[in-house]
């Protein structure tokens, strides 16, 4: 559609204007002198025919009389608008901004670290309303000595007043897109890119650009849309929008680096497909999504200047990008499309809940043993708004958040394009919980798209996102310099002597963690006013959800060093496996309802329970809701239980024959 300032076809209709302010005077000036002159003619007239004759005064005045009382009629009708009369705006906008629509079943991958460092921005909100007057806790550092444990030496945290490494600049607002749309599968959402691509091809010519996500997740995802490339052009062929190269293709992808794949955009079929089919697997695991979405634009945005054509880049990928790309990149891109006049696409999958992470689940085919995977998945926010810990380390769970990662859903929003969620196989994802979502359920509680640095503001202004933010970047156990505290052990050696060395060392942690804990839930609690008079729900369930969290995981802590306690004075025994190939590994934490302080912890337990299924109700339907189930079933006592591994999972390798005969080759891990 081409950006005229009307919808108005000249060739239907004829416009008439309004007669302006000016124009009225002119008008009326130009009406007395023509009275005038009709006057001195009338006058004439009468002079040669009725002279001497009294009519002669008499139809002198009756004409005058006529003609003043004319000159009025058309003064005010030169004020008032034609009955027929077109009246055009300046500008005719079609709404194209739908409010945002999510699918929830895929969950692949995750990513690197966060830093207090890599903070960014959340989501816009209440401005301060209420006097700041809590203070953040602070995480203390001082450890016993007489148990063994480690020295952990933690600077003090400095959230909003620390300088960030990158700041975004801001462009522009555009056009948004209708953002997110519902999709079973490549076929469904290649049929709405055809309706789109009819749309376009309505107003202009089209330059169509794929680009593909190099990993080898995608291998099966490039197979299906390069068989229905066919389709498309045939079924934009039928309705004659294809002739004369009216649509034109441009085939890229990306990894750790950028390739072009078509030497020229083409209308050629079979070009297209050969393209499609030279898209490589890059084993780096690194993909530059934001820089390659900019690269691939520029590449295009010459021929499509001097061809006069409009730009669609389509995005294949089902992971969330390099971090690091998307802070310094994603603006940069969202402007550079803008400047071009291109609508990105984007067929894409679900964030993980407030988590940049899932896990693949990877056996080593000579060990036998299983790994866990990181993929970038999320999260679905501008920076995290939930507790990156299940409090005992690191999340290792990849819970639906309901909605598309934060960079590629605004990438499609900014540049009037849309995202697709697509579905995809989370059976090699670990602790996946691929829950569906209704849409209408989830519009309350909508992630903020607006730029990293704008969040960044609001939440500088809000005590109550400030407070929730400060404690989660604190728990955040990729962060190294509290990575020893919040990192809990979860398996011990089954040596007995270095069993009981480990198990000392956790117990003098759990006094650094649990006093952290004692400060946040105070801190948290004092907040409750400020969760009540905000405008935000979802800011609201975070509240809710962090603090029933917080209450659950103290209760553990207390309870993980009980039962250690209680475990070393029983004299535990190495467990006999049931059967020889089976191999003792050591011990393996788990959580159970049964509890070992429950004098100490039943306060806790009890009000964490309450508030987590008060979330049950208040946002039932939501990953909020999904979270809190979570928690509440996992149980509030923990427990050791032996590990064995069965040794038949090794496979027979190869092993080197001779003196000097090369060592058999590693096996590389990959990464997704």
Not at 180 to 199: H, P, R
């Amino acid at each position: 559609m081409k950006n005229n300032s009307s919808n108005f076809n000249s060739e239907e209709l004829e416009y008439v204007p309004p007669a302006l302010p000016g124009q009225k005077s002119r008008m009326l000036a130009r009406t007395v002198q023509s009275s005038n002159q009709m006057v001195r003619s009338a006058m004439s007239l009468s002079k040669g025919f009725f002279q001497g004759t009294g009519s002669f005064l008499c139809s002198t005045a009756f004409h005058i009389v006529l003609i003043l009382l004319l000159v009025l009629f058309s003064f005010e009708a030169a004020n008032k608008p034609l009955p027929n009369q077109l009246i055009l705006q300046d500008t005719l906008e079609e709404e194209r901004e739908q409010d945002l629509e999510i699918l929830l079943d895929d969950l692949e991958h995750m990513a690197d670290s966060l830093t207090i460092t890599n903070l960014t921005i959340t989501e816009q909100g209440m401005e301060g309303q209420t006097d700041a007057t809590i203070s953040p806790p602070e995480l203390h550092t001082e450890l016993l000595e007489d148990l063994n444990a480690p020295q952990v030496s933690l600077d003090q945290f400095v959230f909003f007043n620390k300088q960030t490494d990158s700041l975004l600049e801001d462009v522009p607002i555009g056009t948004t897109g209708s953002v997110q749309s519902i999709v079973g599968d490549y076929n469904e959402a290649m049929d709405q890119i055809t309706q789109e691509l009819i749309w376009m091809l309505s107003k202009d010519k089209v330059l169509v650009i794929w680009l593909f996500d190099q990993s080898e997740s995608m291998r099966d995802d490039q197979l299906k849309i390069r068989n229905r490339i066919k389709r498309i052009y045939d079924e934009l062929g039928l309705g004659g929008f294809t002739k004369d190269d009216a649509l034109t293709t441009g085939v890229a992808s990306y990894g750790s680096q950028f390739d072009m794949h078509t030497r020229g955009p083409t209308s050629n079929r079979e070009q297209i497909e050969r393209a499609i089919d030279a898209v490589p697997v890059d084993p780096s695991g690194q993909e530059q999504m934001c820089s390659a979405v900019s690269e691939a634009i520029k590449r295009h945005r010459r021929y499509a200047s001097i061809a006069d054509r409009k730009v669609a880049l389509i995005l294949v990928t089902d992971e969330s990008g390099n971090k690091q790309d998307n802070r310094d990149s994603l603006e940069n891109a969202i402007a550079i499309a803008k400047a071009t006049n291109c609508r990105v696409f984007v067929m894409g999958r679900e964030a993980i809940f407030g988590y940049p992470y899932a896990h693949v689940r990877w056996t080593h085919p000579i060990e036998g043993t299983t790994h866990l995977l990181p993929v970038d998945r999320g999260p679905e926010t501008a920076i995290v708004e939930q507790l990156q810990t299940d409090g005992f380390g690191s999340r290792k769970d990849a819970m639906a958040s309901g909605f598309g990662p934060f960079e590629q859903v605004r990438l499609a929003k900014e540049t009037g394009g849309i995202f697709f969620m697509m579905p995809g196989q989370e059976t090699s994802i670990n602790q996946v919980t691929d829950r569906k979502y209704a849409a209408e359920q989830l519009l309350a509680y909508r992630p903020e798209l607006n730029s990293r640095l704008e969040q960044m503001s609001a939440i500088s202004e809000d005590p109550l996102k400030q407070l929730l933010t400060k404690v989660i970047y604190d728990l955040n156990p990729y962060n190294e310099a509290v990575a020893d505290v919040i990192e809990i052990r979860q398996f011990f050696n089954r040596d007995p002597s270095i069993f009981v060395r480990e198990v000392r060392q956790e117990q003098a942690k759990m006094i650094t963690y649990i006093e952290y804990l004692d400060g946040a839930i105070e801190a948290v609690e004092k907040a409750r006013i400020l969760r009540d008079d905000s405008v935000s729900v979802r800011w609201q369930a975070n509240y809710d959800l962090l603090y029933g969290q917080l209450l659950a995981y103290r209760a553990r802590a207390y309870e993980y060093g009980a039962y250690l306690t209680n475990f070393i004075k029983s004299n535990p025994k190495t467990p006999t496996p049931s059967a020889s190939y089976f191999e003792f590994t050591g011990w393996a934490l788990e959580t159970q309802a049964a509890l070992s302080a429950a004098d100490k912890t039943a306060g806790d337990i009890k009000l964490s329970i309450q508030v987590l299924t008060q979330i049950l109700k208040e946002h039932e339907g939501t990953p909020w809701a999904t979270r809190a189930s979570w928690e509440i079933k996992r149980g509030f006592g923990v427990k050791l239980e032996p590990r064995f591994f069965d040794a038949r999972r090794r496979q027979a390798a190869p092993r080197p024959v001779g003196p000097g005969a090369p060592p058999r080759p590693p096996v590389v891990i990959p990464n997704l």
